[in-house]
């Protein structure tokens, strides 16, 4: 699965295709639709990301040492998610 990094560069790949001189006012709508879909996929891979992180500290307990908590705010900026079982992107 893309992180959600990647699908914000797609939608904006998208959004910068709909903006084309010369472009069919239905093709554009579509094409900013799929830009939008991929920019709230982003943002929900992301606040997935935050919930995940927050999940894992909660189980952690009292003894969640502080450099553990540097480690997952970095790994936060580039989460990596597996798609469900079923499903394949591109």
């Known amino acids: 699965m893309l992180s959600a990094r990647q699908y914000r560069k797609l939608a904006k790949a998208y959004r910068a295709q709909a903006a084309a001189p010369g472009l069919a006012s239905n093709k554009a709508t ?33 003894g969640h040492d502080r450099a553990d908590s540097c480690s997952d705010q970095a790994a936060d900026q580039h989460p990596k998610h597996d798609a469900p079982s079923g499903f394949s992107f591109m």
């Not at 830009?35 to 952690?60: F, I, N, P």
């Open 30 to 62: 579509l094409l900013k639709n799929i830009s939008r879909s991929l920019s709230a996929l982003a943002s929900q891979l992301e606040m997935l990301a935050v919930t995940t992180t927050r999940s894992r500290r909660h189980r952690a307990g009292p």
